[in-house]
């Protein structure tokens, strides 16, 4: 057989092999692509499914987000009205303290001296500290027997057996709501007592009395304080709600008529 006759017979071998295999594969690149479709539609239909299931989340969720946002809004309206009531209630406490205690001020008039003389206290003062008594007063006066505007009234500190609290300085500082604030000192009376012992230290008993002069506008300011307190070392002196009340029931009769 020469080389032309190989090719020749070899060539027909190949084409022969073609034919003979050609049906096998084709069928199976046909069951190939059958299977393949169908996971094409079975995911077609999972991302049908999927679409659907988030646009019924989306809309639960949006839902949600009207429901939270009618919630909030509701919430603030009840919040507004919690705070209304709350300073009713607070108005209502302060102006029963305020005309209760408008109640215990003393206005007594001197004919001889045709002055008037307005007057809340003594009032005993809650303290830490101190061994011994304190009280506040606040006195005023006017001419004539008419109630009238008054500028200015005398704060008194009066200590009683507690040692030299207030000393006598230049003013007083107290402590409106945590804020400093000094008050000059008009006058200051001191009477020494004997002093007792307590182990080896003997104890200063001695009394004193501090005059301070404020003005309508102070005396408000001091009973419109959530808080007043005066502090000395390891003394503190509070004045409660009922004795700022009647700050403020002092000044609104010193305005006048």
């Not at 049906?23 to 679409?51: C, F, S, V």
């Not at 302060?94 to 001296?113: C, G, M, P, S």
């Not at 012992?197 to 301070?212: F, K, M, N, P």
Request: net charge negative.
């Amino acid at each position: 057989m020469n080389a032309r006759t190989s090719y020749r017979f070899y060539g027909w071998v190949v084409l022969m092999g073609v034919i003979a295999f050609s049906p096998l594969h084709a069928g199976a690149a046909d069951d190939e692509i059958k299977r393949l479709t169908a996971e094409n539609e079975q995911l077609r239909e999972q991302i049908q499914e999927l679409t659907a299931e988030l646009e019924t989340l989306r809309q639960a969720l949006a839902a949600l987000q009207k429901d939270n946002t009618e919630l909030e809004q509701e919430t603030q309206v009840l919040e507004q009205q919690a705070n209304e009531l709350q300073a009713q209630a607070t108005a209502a406490t302060t102006d029963h303290a305020l005309a209760a205690q408008a109640e215990r001020i003393q206005v007594a008039y001197d004919k001889k001296k045709e002055r008037t003389t307005v007057t809340f206290g003594a009032e005993v003062l809650e303290a830490q500290g101190i061994a011994g008594d304190l009280y506040f007063s606040i006195v005023y006066s006017y001419p004539g027997a008419e109630p009238t505007a008054v500028e200015s009234a005398t704060l008194f500190l009066q200590n009683y057996r507690s040692g030299r609290l207030f000393d006598e300085t230049d003013a007083v500082e107290f402590f409106v709501d945590d804020e400093p604030m000094s008050l000059p000192i008009a006058d200051y009376d001191l009477t020494p007592r004997k002093g007792g012992l307590t182990g080896r230290t003997r104890t200063d008993r001695s009394d004193e009395i501090v005059h301070l002069k404020v003005d309508r506008a102070i005396l408000q300011r001091l009973g419109e304080a959530r808080t007043l307190t005066y502090r000395k070392g390891r003394a503190v002196v509070m004045f409660d709600q009922d004795d700022l009340a009647a700050m403020r029931a002092m000044a609104q009769r010193m305005a006048g008529p």
